[in-house]
């Protein structure tokens, strides 16, 4: 597509239940990121893909937070039990460069993100 | 880990260039800078990326003097439109991957 998808857009949950947010990248891109973003701070870094492999996933707050890649495209993030504090806004965002080289990040495409609300 | 600190935010008038300075002072060698703006309700957007020098493009400059210590983002002639967060990036690697650290951002209010 011509950028990076995110669905859904707005999520509202009661707290226990599970939510499974998608994202689509930008065809091709090697690199996918997932951040969590609070309202009025920056996005903090949850997960890290190369294709299909997850090389970074030290972001992540909880073994409540899961991410897979597993085609090397389409990425999915899940959050089971979900709790008050989890509610934010979860970006995705998707680069061609692999970044674990020079240390140049590659420009980051990121998607509308996905706005969860837990009850 | 290389952290940035930036102004929480900053006010201007629609003509007026805005200068935003970021500091880094534990840059690596291998790291570069990199800018982003956000709207409110979108994700952000690649602006700017620089190593050393200076490095200009069609939306702004990234003056980064020769310690790296430290990086300005000068956007000639903003417009209202150009109100939005701006955030200042250090490339850090991380053993097995790559984390970019984003910091809390300048949120840039751009006035009639």
């Known amino acids: 597509g011509a950028g990076v998808s995110q669905s859904p857009r707005y999520k509202v949950a009661k707290r226990g239940q599970d939510v499974a947010l998608r994202c689509d990248p930008i065809?091709?891109?090697?690199?996918l990121f997932w951040y969590q973003q609070a309202l009025g701070q920056g996005p903090e870094f949850l997960t890290y893909?190369?294709?299909?492999?997850?090389?970074?996933k030290s972001g992540l707050p909880s073994d409540r937070f899961f991410a897979e890649r597993p085609e090397g495209s389409v990425s999915t993030l899940k959050i089971q039990r979900t709790q008050q504090e989890d509610s934010a806004v979860y970006l995705c965002?998707?680069?061609?460069?692999?970044?674990?080289?020079?240390?140049?990040?590659?420009?980051?495409?990121f998607g509308e993100g996905s706005r969860l609300t837990v009850l | 880990l290389a952290k940035t600190t930036q102004p929480i935010s900053m006010d201007s008038y629609e003509g007026q260039e805005v200068n935003i300075t970021c500091s880094h002072n534990n840059i690596a060698t291998n790291d570069y800078i990199t800018w982003y703006q956000q709207f409110p309700s979108q994700g952000p957007r690649f602006i700017i990326q620089g190593y050393k020098t200076k490095v200009t493009n069609e939306v702004a400059s990234l003056f980064i003097p020769a310690d790296r210590k430290s990086s300005t983002l000068s956007l000639p002639r903003v417009s209202l439109s150009d109100t939005a967060v701006y955030y200042c990036l250090v490339g850090e690697r991380n053993t097995g991957g790559f984390k970019t650290i984003f910091g809390a951002g300048t949120r840039l209010f751009v006035k009639a």
């Open positions: 893909f190369q294709n299909e492999a997850q090389l970074d």
């Open positions: 065809s091709g891109h090697v690199s």
């Open positions: 965002a998707s680069s061609l460069a692999r970044t674990s080289g020079r240390g140049n990040t590659g420009e980051l495409f």
